[in-house]
């Protein structure tokens, strides 16, 4: 679709704008981003439930995920319970969930679980931190490593992924996880909420290949080894 207008911001314009134009605006330059809801428990064992758009791929060997926690210039429960505990889950939000997801985003007191106050269930598997239960797409990692981004104090977390439960009918035979057959959502800004549709997969690009379509399972190397 042509663009009919373009509007134009500097550095300095984007500094200039008012507090919440500026937050929304820069949240959402980067596009649909993955909405996961992060588990985590305190060492009283209370369960914490927080929403995060930040997370992303870091490695496959080993399986590794980071996220991006706002700096800790205010107590920050998800951290201190990864800290405590070495442990966190990533649980995907789907339509079922996502009014949930949003209000786990509010700033509740560090001994009241996020879990009962938008009503989701906690889940336990093997690690110190609750999955979502109503999710489809559950995720266990113990942290593996914390940097500081200095530039504005933000932390990023790596962790090794140790556990994954997803279904079985959105798992294709090459591996590849469809998130539109999980139903997973994607957000923007912070309060955006997208159902994605797929355009097509495309094969492995080379210099001397031409690109095609693999949107059958028939055109797919059959890795099943389950």
């Known amino acids: 679709m042509p663009m009919k207008s373009v509007k134009h911001f500097t550095g300095d314009d984007i500094l200039a704008l008012p507090k919440a134009y500026r937050r929304t ?11 996961c809801l992060c588990g985590t428990m305190n060492v009283e064992g209370t369960p914490n439930l927080s929403l995060f758009n930040s997370v992303i791929h870091v490695g496959a060997n080993p399986p590794l995920m980071g996220l991006l926690i706002r700096p800790d ?4 429960h998800t951290l201190t319970n990864m800290e405590a505990t070495g442990a966190f ?5 789907h339509e079922g969930i996502y009014h949930q997801a949003h209000q786990a985003s509010a700033r509740y007191p560090g001994d009241v679980s996020e879990f009962e106050a938008v009503g989701l269930s906690p889940e336990y598997s093997r690690l110190r931190a609750p999955y979502v239960g109503e999710a489809r797409v559950k995720i266990g990692l113990v942290v593996q490593e914390r940097h ?3 530039a504005n104090q933000t932390l990023f977390v790596v962790g090794r992924v140790e556990e994954v439960f997803v279904p079985g009918d959105a798992l294709r035979p090459d591996g590849f996880l469809d998130p539109e057959r999980a139903g997973s959502l994607a957000g923007a800004a912070l309060d955006g909420y997208y159902q994605g549709k797929r355009l097509a997969r495309l094969s492995y690009a080379k210099p001397d290949h031409d690109i095609r379509e693999i949107d059958t399972d028939a055109d797919l190397p059959d890795l099943t080894f389950l």
């Open 148 to 150: 500081r981004i200095l």
């Open 73 to 76: 210039v205010v107590p920050r």
């Open 89 to 93: 889950t990533l649980n995907h939000v």
């Open 25 to 35: 605006l820069v949240n959402s330059l980067n596009g649909y981003k993955s909405l």
